[in-house]
């Protein structure tokens, strides 16, 4: 394997529903801003990639402010604000890391695969859960691939390109762990293997084209996915 490869939130991090989502509403109410995003929206709107993109469409649909003159500038401003919000949650200790992370990402480091987090989330956040909740010794040896790394967000495969390309990698030797449909397509688009790890708002999405999905990296068939099993249980590798 050349590359165990991981999403950031809904994978490392259950985020988007107690924590993105919660920092979005706290940015809108900074700015005095009568917008809230509840469960349910909020459900909808992660069909789009990205926070700046989500907050386009938002706003493209409902209405955009009426002292709005300079929308890009009106959104690189919330989403700054928002990315702080969301750090202070993560500094907080108030999102853990989903079962089963550290374990298989020290698992990974122990046989030497290269261990990377690709994500199309703020480049600042990414980093901050891998520093702070994995730790700066995991953190070392992760290669962090995020937000305006690409242009494209997922589905698109770019930053799975990007990760490829700076990393020397076969995707066809890649295996990539996602939560969500458009994550899943990004990866199968890129060439990489895909196993899924259900998270709060992705299960009830379409997961055919995966090599394996579970609840969790603590629950296969009764057991913690190791890496042995991501080697030797998944079909083989190209």
Same mark, same amino acid.
């Given at each position: 394997?050349?590359?165990?490869?991981? +999403?950031?939130?809904?994978?490392?991090?259950?985020?988007?529903?107690?924590?993105?989502?919660?920092?979005?509403?706290?940015?809108?109410? *900074?700015?005095?801003?009568?917008?809230?995003?509840?469960?349910?929206?909020?459900?909808?709107?992660?069909?789009?990639?990205?926070?700046?993109?989500?907050?386009? #469409?938002?706003?493209?649909?409902?209405?955009?402010?009426?002292?709005?003159?300079?929308?890009?500038?009106?959104?690189?401003?919330?989403?700054?604000?928002?990315?702080?919000?969301?750090? +202070?949650?993560?500094?907080?200790? *108030?999102?853990?890391? *989903?079962?089963?992370?550290?374990?298989?990402?020290?698992?990974?480091?122990?046989?030497?695969?290269?261990?990377?987090?690709?994500?199309?989330?703020?480049?600042?956040?990414?980093?901050?859960?891998?520093?702070?909740?994995?730790?700066?010794?995991?953190?070392?040896?992760?290669?962090?691939?995020?937000?305006?790394?690409?242009?494209?967000?997922?589905?698109?495969?770019?930053?799975?390109?990007?990760?490829?390309? #700076?990393?020397?990698?076969?995707?066809?030797?890649?295996?990539?762990?996602? +939560?969500?449909?458009?994550?899943?397509?990004?990866?199968?688009?890129?060439?990489?293997?895909?196993?899924?790890?259900?998270?709060?708002?992705?299960?009830?999405?379409?997961?055919?084209?995966?090599?394996?999905?579970?609840?969790?990296?603590?629950?296969?068939?009764?057991?913690?996915?190791?890496?042995? +099993?991501?080697?030797?249980?998944?079909?083989?590798?190209?």
């Amino acid at each position: 394997m050349d590359a165990l490869i991981f +999403d950031c939130d809904g994978v490392l991090v259950d985020t988007e529903r107690d924590g993105h989502r919660v920092a979005f509403n706290q940015a809108f109410s *900074r700015q005095g801003l009568e917008v809230e995003w509840d469960e349910e929206l909020y459900g909808e709107l992660l069909q789009v990639g990205g926070g700046k993109e989500r907050m386009r #469409s938002y706003f493209s649909k409902a209405g955009w402010p009426t002292h709005v003159t300079d929308r890009d500038a009106f959104i690189q401003q919330l989403h700054a604000s928002k990315t702080s919000m969301f750090l +202070d949650l993560i500094q907080a200790g *108030r999102l853990p890391l *989903r079962p089963g992370v550290a374990r298989i990402i020290d698992e990974a480091i122990t046989a030497g695969v290269p261990i990377a987090v690709c994500s199309t989330s703020n480049e600042r956040a990414v980093q901050g859960i891998v520093d702070v909740l994995l730790g700066e010794v995991r953190s070392q040896q992760i290669q962090v691939f995020a937000g305006d790394m690409a242009k494209r967000k997922k589905p698109d495969p770019e930053i799975y390109h990007l990760a490829t390309s #700076s990393m020397n990698l076969n995707p066809g030797q890649c295996m990539v762990v996602e +939560d969500s449909r458009n994550g899943l397509l990004a990866a199968v688009r890129a060439g990489m293997r895909c196993l899924v790890t259900l998270s709060t708002y992705t299960g009830g999405e379409d997961f055919s084209e995966a090599d394996l999905v579970i609840p969790s990296l603590d629950d296969f068939n009764g057991h913690a996915l190791t890496l042995e +099993d991501i080697l030797t249980r998944l079909p083989a590798m190209p």
